[in-house]
């Protein structure tokens, strides 16, 4: 994206400046903002962000000090601990700055419910930072479906090998159910939110199934707070019973699974596993004319489709690149950049929705409760009309 005379440049407040602050400097490479504000208590944070930014953003301790202060801001990326999302964002839409919300949208469905309401209330620019809908491996798979190779869509399955879990997710705060209700919502939502688009349609019921299956036989405990996930990221951690320092609380699971029933007569299931050697996603979509699946999830990687009756054909009948996203989703997210940008200056339609990041955090919070409670099958509460229809015609404007 450029920036044109006529185009206003976003002022853009960072809130948060812990692992996924890395994507303030896709700001000023969309030439519609600039980034003017770091906002995280801890100054060390701070200047580590400021380091990788062409600007020199004032810094403040937190969003409330921000507002106080009254500075310039047109639109701010949320990029706190996900339990403080509501908390952080909620004012600031009442203030009227736009808002980049980063995935999950919120731990709990109620606080999900109120981070809409009061983007309705204020008709302020909410968007969730959902960036897998800006995959190549999802975009693909989407217009695959689209054009109606596999005819009418039928079950989705998802296979998701989370291979650098322990050091991402069982070091820190992630691995509390306190601070993120579990790994089936804080990383699952994320492909819900993907099965929810490629299947048109939302989930209503539910049974989740799983458990803390191997990090809790490793002992080696270590409060992590004064470091960074570079300082203990290593492909050598390995195999995961060998993992050392811990975060000295872990309560969520690292093996888990869902069964969804959505809206639309479609079947979905999903499942992680925290300690798999490799990390990736795997997707299989099945229609009523054929079937398609991908095989690695970034560049280099392909979509198989199968449309025609045989015994085992692994080449499949069509093949599709995956292209870009070479390190993974930085490409996906300089899109998702751009596009809030310009969603915020300009409104109109966007390939995210604040409902479907709710309604992807409705379905694994009912989930994981239902995980926690012997699998029994739980209904997923749907989101208040008036509120929904505030963003349909959004979308529409």
């Not at 044109?4 to 948060?16: D, L, N």
């Not at 409060?223 to 203990?232: A, F, G, K, L, V």
Request: aromatic residues 8%.
């Amino acid at each position: 994206m450029t920036n044109s005379p006529t185009t206003p440049v976003a002022r853009v407040a960072v809130i948060g400046c812990g692992a996924r602050a890395a994507i303030a400097t896709h700001v000023a490479s969309t030439g519609a903002g600039i980034v003017t504000a770091l906002v995280d208590p801890d100054p060390t944070a701070r200047e580590r962000t400021a380091a990788r930014l062409a600007e020199k953003p004032a810094h403040f301790s937190d969003a409330a000090e921000l507002l106080r202060a009254g500075t310039e801001i047109t639109a701010a990326l949320v990029l706190t601990p996900d339990d403080t999302h509501a908390e952080v964002a909620i004012p600031l839409l009442e203030a009227g700055i736009a808002v980049f919300l980063e995935k999950p949208i919120t731990i709990t469905t109620a606080d999900a419910d109120r981070v809409l309401a009061a983007a309705a209330r204020s008709n302020t620019p909410l968007y969730v930072g959902h960036n897998m809908r800006h995959m190549s491996v999802v975009t693909t798979m989407r217009d695959i479906i689209g054009r109606g190779e596999i005819g009418d869509v039928k079950a989705i399955w998802c296979r998701h090998f989370v291979g650098h879990g322990g050091d991402f997710y069982f070091k820190d705060w992630h691995a509390e159910r306190a601070h993120g209700t579990g790994l089936l919502l804080q990383k699952g939502a994320h492909d819900i939110d993907v099965i929810h688009w490629l299947a048109g349609a939302y989930t209503t019921r539910v049974t989740g199934m799983g458990g803390l299956t191997l990090y809790d036989q490793v002992t080696d405990r270590r409060d992590n707070s004064d470091r960074t996930m570079s300082d203990w990221y290593s492909e050598e951690n390995w195999p995961p019973l060998a993992q050392r320092e811990l975060n000295p609380t872990i309560d969520v699971e690292d093996l888990s699974m869902v069964q969804m029933q959505l809206e639309s007569g479609v079947y979905a299931s999903y499942q992680q596993c925290h300690y798999t050697p490799d990390y990736w996603r795997n997707y299989t979509v099945i229609g009523t004319e054929g079937r398609l699946e991908n095989f690695g999830d970034t560049a280099g990687g392909v979509i198989r489709v199968w449309n025609r009756r045989s015994g085992y054909r692994p080449e499949g009948d069509i093949e599709y690149p995956i292209l870009g996203d070479d390190d993974g989703h930085g490409d996906a997210d300089l899109r998702t950049i751009a596009e809030f940008l310009d969603f915020a200056a300009h409104g109109g339609t966007t390939a995210t929705s604040p409902v479907a990041a709710r309604n992807a955090v409705a379905t694994a919070v009912a989930a994981t409760e239902s995980l926690r409670s012997g699998s029994v099958p739980r209904e997923v509460p749907p989101l208040d009309p008036t509120i929904a229809s505030h963003f349909d015609r959004r979308a529409l404007s």
